[in-house]
């Protein structure tokens, strides 16, 4: 362990008054060496404020009894897409919350909860039922998508739940986004690109539909679409441009799947919405004649 001023470096968030009484600080390397992230709990100056650390110094806060919950939860369970900037979620009975903390008032079961990375932390399926219960219907769905992506996590794990907790606020908007709900989005754009092809009357498309290669040596997994037929529509981030590396495999990628008779739509941020319509509504309708070409 690197050294300060003769004593050990505390490395990750830590309690102030229980460092100085253990003796592993000093006040006035309290002041110079480290910073404050909420109220008595500290963390080495320099350290990035990542969600994850932030968490665990809310955590901290409350004495080590509150639980981690809402998208803190589901960023700990693995979700991407969440924002380290986002205020720490904490099921904690406490109104005097510091800035850059939510609390709440709830009652857990003692089945909603467990220990992950040496914390109190909410469930898969307990994140799950609180995280589609709020924001707007896309960004739950979307939410809860990451969530199952991350995790595995089944839609009847969460309406288990959610049979347990009747009267609370957002059922309603649950029971819409479980309906909706997909693990098989890979992003919060796949899952904005689904919703919309069903909003504008298609059958809802089948997520990572997997495909071989011809010569039978790669194996892929295209975002969504109807196997039936072999129409696929695709959303290309930004790493799809700017790698090297990603850009020479997607054109492996594109002439391996057109060789296999596939349709394809893709689908980037700039695209407009009246423009992907149009492009998908052509590709069904050549789809259904049997002409094969990437779109």
């Known amino acids: 362990m690197k050294t300060l001023q003769g004593r050990g470096v505390l490395n990750g968030p830590f309690i102030g008054s229980e460092a100085l009484a253990n003796g592993l600080v000093r006040k006035h390397q309290l002041r110079s060496a480290y910073r404050v992230v909420f109220p008595d709990v500290y963390v080495l100056g320099g350290t990035e404020p990542t969600l994850e650390v932030r968490a665990r110094a809310a955590w901290l806060w409350s004495h080590r009894e509150g ?68 924001s707007g219907l896309g960004d739950a769905v979307a939410r809860l998508d990451a969530l199952g992506n991350a995790t595995g996590l089944r839609a009847d794990r969460v309406l288990a739940v959610a049979r347990r907790h009747r009267g609370v606020r957002g059922l309603r908007q649950l029971e819409a986004v479980e309906d909706l709900y997909d693990a098989g989005a890979a992003s919060p754009r796949e899952t904005w690109l ?94 259904l004649q049997g002409d094969r070409r990437i779109s």
């Open 67 to 134: 639980v981690i919950a809402g998208l803190t939860a589901s960023a700990l369970h693995g979700a991407r897409w969440i924002d380290d900037t986002l205020p720490i979620e904490l099921v904690w009975a406490n109104a005097r919350r510091p800035p850059g903390l939510h609390t709440y008032d709830r009652r857990l079961r003692g089945d909603e909860y467990r220990g992950l990375a040496g914390m109190w932390v909410t469930t898969v399926a307990r994140t799950g039922f609180d995280v589609a219960r709020r």
């Open 194 to 287: 689904r919703l919309f092809l069903m909003r504008k009357g298609f059958p809802r498309p089948q997520t990572q539909i997997p495909s071989v290669s011809p010569d039978g040596q790669r194996r892929y997994y295209l975002d969504m679409g109807w196997p039936e037929l072999m129409l696929a529509v695709e959303y290309d981030g930004e790493q799809h441009r700017v790698d090297p590396e990603q850009y020479a495999y997607d054109i492996r990628r594109s002439e391996d799947i057109q060789e296999l008779g596939w349709n394809r739509v893709r689908v980037a941020k700039k695209h407009r919405e009246n423009d992907v319509l149009a492009r998908v509504e052509r590709a069904w309708a050549a789809s």
